[in-house]
T-cell receptor
Framework: DTGVSQDPRHKITKRGQNVTFRCDPI?????LYWYRQTLGQGPEFLTY????????KSRLLSDRFSAERPKGSFSTLEIQRTEQGDSAMYLC????????????FGQGTRLTVV | QQPVQSPQAVILREGEDAVINCSSS?????VHWYRQKHGEAPVFLMI?????EQKGHEKISASFNEKKQQSSLYLTASQLSYSGTYFC???????????FGRGTSLIVHP
């Protein structure tokens, strides 16, 4: 059990470019979450998967954001046509199927849009 | 809906106690508490369930008042290692999705 792994750890991109982040959850964790965190704020929910099914997506999330979890294992988060306001830490978390268990967070991907 | 945490910041000396509060306007199923140190991922502290009892380990404990939709985190005899930002995450029944507050910054001085 190596924990939740995210790649890359840092990404600098020019405005208008597309970026993709990857998250490898703890094996056998069927729930996977994506959060976004900006300085001085708590993690803000983006989307949630149970196995390969995307069950919920934040209403705050624009159509430029898309996430997938093929085969219920790793997940990717893509941001198209990045804007400066997208600059943030993107956190992935996973948890077991059992109700009321902790979510383990990855180290995050820090995105800077210039 | 985002829970409200108070206070926003706490500054302590080693050995002093602190209480961090978390409240929601919605009925809650559970409350999760995490601590995050600068540049690191949030780390789970404990989860409190509706109908459950107060929880704790060592000198950190928490309570959950379902009727008031409030939770409090108690840190006693604080240590330098307690410094960080504490987040509560609240979950409404059936959502499986913790919604986090803005955090409480805790600084413990020698």
């Amino acid at each position: 059990d190596t924990g939740v792994s995210q790649d890359p750890r840092h990404k600098i991109t020019k405005r208008g470019q597309n970026v993709t982040f990857r998250c490898d959850p703890i094996s056998e964790h069927n729930r996977l979450y994506w959060y976004r965190q900006t300085l001085g704020q708590g993690p803000e929910f983006l989307t949630y998967f149970q196995n390969e099914a995307q069950l919920e997506k934040s209403r705050l999330l624009s159509d430029r954001f898309s996430a997938e979890r093929p085969k219920g294992s790793f997940s990717t988060l893509e941001i198209q046509r990045t804007e400066q306001g997208d600059s943030a830490m993107y956190l992935c978390a996973s948890s077991r199927r059992d109700r009321d268990t902790e979510a383990f967070f990855g180290q995050g991907t820090r995105l800077t849009v210039v | 809906q985002q829970p409200v945490q108070s206070p926003q910041a706490v500054i302590l000396r080693e050995g002093e106690d602190a209480v961090i509060n978390c409240s929601s306007s919605k009925a809650l199923y559970s409350v999760h508490w995490y601590r995050q140190k600068h540049g690191e991922a949030p780390v789970f502290l404990m989860i409190l369930l509706k109908g459950g009892e107060q929880k704790g380990h060592e000198k950190i404990s928490a309570s959950f008042n379902e009727k008031k939709q409030q939770s409090s985190l108690y840190l006693t005899a604080s240590q330098l290692s307690y410094s960080g930002t504490y987040f509560c995450g609240t979950e409404r029944g059936g959502s499986y999705i913790p919604t986090f507050g803005r955090g409480t910054s805790l600084i413990v001085h020698p």
